[in-house]
């Protein structure tokens, strides 16, 4: 199937309805193959699956490098996401960093890696409490003036960075953990977003991989897989969020589908201004990936899926203390 399309914002950017999540390419799991990588890129853009995601802290700078190489001669065909707002020194992210000056060095580099010379949607990667958020956006503003970036966004902003951002340099889209499995935004940041025409991009969509039913314990993944330290995959939490994931799986059974088909269709479903990203670097995940669009959930199965996985059913924070510091919320 080819993949419809969504708009993000109100300032003109349109996405395809589910991008592809580049960050496990370079990190956080078990070594990628890199021609496997290159062929889900390549295979992506054949059904449609345009809106990539990565990010100068990927690897770092090697996510970006990769799209850039395996984008050659294909970049029209796409739309670009990447980040900034890290300082990485020795390889390492070692703090935030969002200085306007900061930010114009990032973007130089970030586009001789990735081979372009635009990039179509600039976040900021986590919140700088360090530098105001006006100067942030305005930094930005003044290199979409400058032809070098397209559209706007932050990431994991609560709603009083994206409102007062907002106001300097319009904001065509948030990317936060948003899936069945967190829903943590539904409160204010969700409202916030709708208020001010701004799209919503969930990562995650899939509660990194837990939503798939494809997953085991924590201390059965390798030292470098970041599953190892998720508090929701390790003891008691595992053993309690398998059984509230079941509902996803019944309905997948139902359905003839994936449970990560369904996961996803859920995102689909609850609103037109929602682009999920699922993350794989695999063509046989891409394709059922992709796949999920055609499901449409009734209001029953919307509802037991909730119902399911309501807040307070899912055990353990989505991350560890020092992560969960960087979240502005």
């Not at 999920?276 to 449409?296: D, Q, W, Y």
Request: proline fraction near 4%.
């Amino acid at each position: 199937m080819t993949l419809t399309t969504r708009r993000l914002g109100s300032q003109g950017l349109t996405v395809s309805a589910i991008g592809l999540g580049c960050m496990g390419m370079s990190q956080s799991y078990a070594p990628a193959v890199e021609s496997d990588s290159i062929a889900t890129l390549h295979r992506a853009i054949e059904i449609g699956c345009t809106f990539l995601d990565t990010a100068e802290v990927y690897g770092p700078y090697t996510n970006e490098d990769l799209l850039g190489r395996a984008l050659m001669g294909r970049r029209d065909a796409v739309t670009i996401a990447t980040k900034f707002g890290f300082r990485i020194e020795g390889g390492k992210n070692v703090g935030t960093d969002s200085r306007p000056a900061h930010i114009r060095e990032v973007v130089e580099a970030s586009l001789k890696r990735l081979r372009t010379d635009h990039i179509d949607l600039l976040y900021q990667h986590r919140v700088d409490r360090q530098v105001p958020i006006e100067d942030v956006a305005g930094a930005v503003g003044d290199l979409i003036r400058a032809g070098k970036v397209k559209y706007f966004g932050l990431s994991e902003a609560g709603v009083d960075t994206i409102r007062r951002a907002h106001a300097v340099q319009p904001v065509s889209a948030v990317q936060s953990e948003y899936s069945l499995w967190e829903r943590n935004l539904e409160a204010d940041v969700i409202p916030a977003l709708k208020e001010l025409g701004i799209g919503l991009v969930p990562f995650s969509p899939l509660g990194r991989g837990f939503l798939t039913g494809q997953v085991k314990r924590a201390e059965d993944y390798p030292e470098t897989d970041f599953r190892r330290n998720d508090p929701r995959y390790q003891g008691a939490n595992f053993d309690a969020n398998m059984a509230a994931a079941e509902a996803v799986r019944e309905i997948a059974e139902a359905r003839g589908g994936t449970a990560a088909q369904i996961a996803l269709a859920w995102i689909l479903n609850k609103s037109e201004d929602f682009v999920p990203i699922p993350g794989t670097r695999h063509v046989a995940n891409l394709e059922k990936n992709v796949a999920a669009a055609g499901f449409r959930l009734d209001a029953d199965e919307m509802r037991k899926l909730e119902e399911a996985l309501a807040p307070g059913k899912v055990s353990g924070p989505r991350y560890g203390d020092k992560m969960m510091a960087m979240v502005d919320r």
